[in-house]
């Protein structure tokens, strides 16, 4: 390549310095600015993130408030007691509908004695009211009472659990002991929806082994130990046959 004279680079150099910020009408920076809104950036937001998968993604907790639980808002409110709370969206619900798709139980430590290892009975579910979201529900003591009864519930129905919309709450137990909340497992049938039960059973497949995989560190932290041992009358984990 030719080297360029003194004559052309004296040439350039002036081009150069004399160089202006294209000009930009008002008209075209409000186009742009209005491109760049939420709805944007919504469908956006998997940029990046094209690899992760839900195993990926830790399960958010769904957890019984307790009188105990230090648990507040954004408002430093405390949340209702005797309601569930839900740490995917951090809302809190006095009844929760939804799908239990998976079940494992594992030995972990106490709330109370973190040296201490107290056995939990772990599912994962997902939250009929905020459209199939998952969430993963630690129960021990007497949760597990509750937990085993609606175990035998699906064997007895001869129906995958899956297939079953459940409808969980809160019953208010006043003991020797002390007070405190205490789930209960309600079945209210079988669902219709042939596109749902589809649905749910590729989720059961597909994510229900994570519960077993998943780290469990930030177990029931909110539900407390109130209820242990039991009050008097009420039966214990060991005492409800399965």
Request: aromatic residues 8%; charged residues 30%.
């Amino acid at each position: 390549m030719a080297e360029l004279n003194k004559k052309d680079k004296q040439d350039i150099e002036e081009s150069v310095n004399n160089a202006q910020p294209q000009d930009v009408s008002p008209d075209d920076t409000e186009n742009a600015l209005a491109v760049v809104n939420d709805d944007y950036l919504k469908r956006n937001r998997s940029v990046g993130l094209e690899e992760v998968t839900p195993d990926d993604l830790p399960t958010p907790t769904l957890s019984l408030i307790q009188n105990n639980s230090t648990l507040t808002d954004e408002e430093n409110k405390p949340y209702p007691r005797g309601e569930f709370f839900y740490k995917g969206n951090s809302k809190s619900y006095k009844e929760v509908t939804c799908t239990l798709l998976s079940f494992t139980k594992r030995d972990l430590p106490d709330f109370s004695n973190r040296e201490e290892l107290v056995k939990n009975y772990i599912f994962l579910g997902v939250l009929e009211d905020e459209g199939f979201k998952p969430f993963k529900l630690f129960l021990k003591r007497t949760g597990i009472g509750a937990a085993k009864q609606f175990l035998g519930a699906v064997a007895a129905s001869n129906l995958p659990m899956f297939a079953l919309k459940v409808v969980l709450t809160a019953e208010y137990i006043q003991g020797e002991l002390g007070n405190y909340y205490k789930i209960k497992f309600t079945v209210k049938g079988k669902r219709e929806d042939t596109s749902e039960i589809l649905q749910l059973e590729k989720m059961a497949r597909q994510y229900g082994p994570l519960i077993k995989e998943e780290p469990q560190e930030e177990a029931e932290v909110i539900q407390g130990d109130v209820q242990d041992p039991p009050p008097p009358g009420e039966k214990g984990a060991d005492d409800i046959p399965f």
